[in-house]
């Protein structure tokens, strides 16, 4: 059935019409924002697109996968106004070229009232303040170690004071981390599998199966193509078998990295996932750690 994207644009705006003006303040406040990764917000997100611009539920799903790696572009992360212009871009590279200026502002517009864009709190490794516990690469060893952030001096440079010894040193954004980035969260994603070693930090703890490719995410390469540079068939079950045994710490970082759709296609890899600089980082730090009990 065609669908006329020019009236229903305007039927769109009308209907919206009351919460115009709020959504324009909104677009130039100084705030940062994030595309949720629930499949709530999936779903919703594929909604919002096919109920305004014409296109098919795959292509509207695909168009949604690769914007949601393009949100992950801090460019996007402090103003709504390139989200719209994002939008279009990753339409076009998705093989759909007929999303006009007014249409993607409007699914934006959505978005945003639906919740699906939403006003983000610092990410993983925010700015620490003064005060903040961190941890932070000691000169003399070159190792992480426990920190506390006494001055923040500016483009991108710290005095720590290391708890173990009190000693102050004037540290760079990229030797320090938060404990946000590297605290484990509750996700439950993944078997047990007794303990072993852990694919990423090498710790020996109890571990859990990371899927390369998210399960939720099965569903759009069975029986079809496999994400760019997954060498396997597309059945259930390498999908199932494809992955990693980590240790609950390590699985919760990976899961940080992006949303389900964004680590099927860019983090599908061993090799991806350790080469990501905030992996890296991450690991570095954790494979200092010492194991404690059998935290799972």
């Not at 000691?138 to 006494?150: F, I, P, S």
């Not at 010894?165 to 047990?192: M, Y």
């Not at 599908?268 to 600089?277: H, I, Q, Y």
């Amino acid at each position: 059935v065609a669908r006329n994207s020019g009236c229903r644009c305007q039927s769109a705006r009308c209907a919206a019409g009351a919460a115009g003006d709020a959504f324009e303040a909104r677009l130039a406040a100084p705030m940062s924002w994030k595309l949720s990764d629930t499949a709530k917000a999936e779903s919703k997100f594929v909604s919002t697109l096919r109920g305004l611009a014409p296109v098919d539920e795959a292509t509207a799903t695909q168009v949604v996968a690769c914007f949601a790696a393009a949100a992950e572009d801090d460019a996007l992360a402090g103003s709504l106004e390139g989200w719209a212009p994002a939008l279009q871009a990753a339409a076009a590279d998705c093989g759909f070229d007929d999303l006009d200026d007014e249409v993607a502002e409007e699914v934006v517009a959505r978005l945003v009232r639906a919740e699906v864009i939403l006003p983000s709190s610092p990410g993983p490794d925010p700015t620490p303040s003064p005060g903040a516990h961190v941890v932070a690469v000691l000169e003399e060893d070159g190792e992480w170690h426990d920190a506390m952030v006494r001055e923040v001096l500016g483009e991108g440079r710290y005095v720590v004071v290391f708890t173990e010894w009190g000693k102050p040193q004037e540290v760079a954004a990229e030797d320090l981390l938060s404990l946000e980035a590297v605290a484990p969260d509750d996700d439950d994603e993944g078997p047990a599998l007794g303990r072993g070693a852990c694919e990423l930090c090498a710790r020996v703890m109890p571990l859990t199966f990371h899927h390369l490719i998210p399960k939720e995410t099965h569903g759009k390469y069975l029986g079809k193509a496999l994400p760019a540079g997954v060498e396997g068939a597309p059945t259930r079950d390498f999908l199932n078998a494809h992955g990693m045994r980590v240790c609950r710490p390590c699985h919760d970082q990976i899961h940080r990295l992006a949303p389900n759709a964004v680590l099927a296609e860019r983090f599908n890899t061993r090799e991806r996932v350790r080469e990501d600089p905030r992996v890296e980082k991450y690991v570095a730090y954790a494979a200092r750690q010492r194991v404690r009990g059998t935290h799972a």
